[in-house]
């Protein structure tokens, strides 16, 4: 299972979790192969190019989809070069802050941005990753400006936000919660529609002076195109099956993931309108490169 972030992380952790589970119903030895960088397009490059056997596995995130607004040219085509498997499961996005960031919301937040335009720093897991794109929308909405720094994973950014190095980031739920907990961040806000039951005291972005905002993140399994439907029928049975026993469910939702594990047609239908919504986001920022 190749996973395209670093140990530790939101995917990871996901991806663990389903792997183990997977080796055992599958009786073989499944092998965690982290790649980060690129926002995940190496990953995905490296699945796209596998032997199309069943062999080779991807849990992947929404940096797919906005990889595909954000390139002009990618070397290989985020729809057709893959087989969709299942999606694994959501998760929001927390707008956190280093507690020396003299603020306690997000309208405070936009009023100093706009008292100190270019001063403020916010992380990012990597340019065009979920998290860069869900900041960005953010800043475009309320009309601030900040200074971007990428990071080659959300877990190495997080590091930075802690030490003080930067002063912003949004980050999901499992990477930043345990900083959360321990009083080393502060939330401002979370990305979903609705609060959390995670975190009931939490504002959502939307009701913070931004009415709208959305940003989650997802995490599906895809394999590479060309896949034997009969094996794509039999990962998706087990992985079903996996995220539906209640102690991986209860697993994820305690730190803040809703569970899926749908069908291969739902989960490309989730991966095609993302896809969409996030070239339209990229254009209008102008966040597109060749």
Known sequence: MIIPAGPGGGVDTIARVV??????LLEQSMVMDNRPGAGTMLASELTAKAPADGYTILMETNSHAINAGIHKTLRYDPVND????SLAATLPYLVVAHPSVPVKSISELIALAKRRP????????????????????????????MVHVPYKSGSAALIDLVGGQVQLMISNTINSRPHVMSGRLKVLAITSPGRSPLYPQVPTVSASGL??????????????????PEIVARLNREIVAILRKGDVKEKLASQGAEVIGSTPEAFA???RNDIRKWARVTSDLKLQTD
Not at 19 to 24: A, D, I, K, L, R
Not at 82 to 85: G, K, N, P
């Open 19 to 24: 792997g183990q589970q997977m080796s055992v």
């Open 269 to 271: 239908a989730v991966m």
């Open 82 to 85: 893959f087989a969709t498997v």
């Open 211 to 228: 009415p709208g905002y959305q940003a989650d993140a997802w995490y599906g399994v895809l394999v590479p195109a060309r896949t034997p």
């Open 118 to 145: 270019g001063e403020l720093y916010f992380a990012s897991a990597g340019s065009g990753s979920g998290t860069h794109l869900a900041f960005e929308l953010l800043l475009s909405m309320a009309r601030i400006n």
